[in-house]
T-cell receptor, first 109, second 113 residues
Framework: KNEVEQSPQNLTAQEGEFITINCSYS?????LHWLQQHPGGGIVSLFM???GKKKHGRLIATINIQEKHSSLHITASHPRDSAVYIC???????????FGKGTHLIIQP | NAGVMQNPRHLVRRRGQEARLRCSPM?????VYWYRQLPEEGLKFMVY????????ESGMPKERFSAEFPKEGPSILRIQQVVRGDSAAYFC???????????FGSGTQLSVL
């Protein structure tokens, strides 16, 4: 069974800083997902990727298949980016996601 | 195009009662997934269904829990004889095809007294 590790667990930064959240997994995957969970509990899927890099607005997700590692970057961070960011994967023929424990991000004004 | 709709948003049950959680996927989505988030824990996969079929229920507890996704109507996650340990947020997600990007509902917060 795949294990998904995220770091850091908690991150507090100032508005405008460049943010990086890391995710590593133990066995091969078919896809890597980045999710955002707001303080109210709602979950939004940010990215789904299996290779390379994807960009949406100020968010960038990268994945290195050989190193079994993915990163989520936030440029020009803003207090509204404060949320829990969760890495999840599907692999080995499974359909359900296996989740990391999440990174609790706080952006201070 | 409405998103994934879950209801109720909050559900309070006493020990031993039944809980029914509903999920209407996005229009055009025939793949539904249920996930559970226990207090202070991460999300865990429970079950994956396509219309009228359970495809993967490897994350479902063996007893008291069942799920269905009928031809007409929402997907239902049913928990019989609830216990305090069932208190959690239950999220439903849907996708248009298998293993595509997921769209999540707002979740149902189940509290067992």
């Amino acid at each position: 069974k795949n294990e998904v590790e995220q770091s850091p667990q908690n991150l507090t930064a100032q508005e405008g800083e460049f943010i990086t959240i890391n995710c590593s997994y133990s066995v091969g995957i078919s896809a890597l997902h980045w999710l955002q969970q707001h303080p109210g509990g709602g979950i939004v899927s940010l990215f789904m990727l299996s290779s390379g890099k994807k960009k949406h607005g100020r968010l960038i997700a990268t994945i290195n298949i050989q190193e079994k590692h993915s990163s989520l970057h936030i440029t020009a961070s803003h207090p509204r980016d404060s949320a829990v960011y969760i890495c999840a994967e599907t692999g080995g023929g499974a359909d359900g996601l296996t989740f990391g424990k999440g990174t609790h991000l706080i952006i201070q004004p | 195009n409405a998103g994934v709709m879950q209801n109720p948003r909050h559900l309070v049950r006493r020990r031993g009662q039944e809980a029914r959680l509903r999920c209407s996927p996005m229009k055009g989505h025939s793949h539904v997934y249920w996930y559970r988030q226990l207090p202070e824990e991460g999300l865990k996969f429970m079950v994956y269904l396509q219309k009228e079929n359970i495809i993967d229920e490897s994350g479902m507890p063996k007893e008291r829990f069942s799920a269905e996704f009928p031809k007409e109507g929402p997907s239902i996650l049913r928990i019989q004889q609830v216990v305090r340990g069932d208190s959690a947020a239950y999220f439903c997600a849907s996708s248009p095809q298998r293993r595509e990007k997921l769209f999540f509902g707002s979740g149902t917060q189940l509290s067992v007294l």
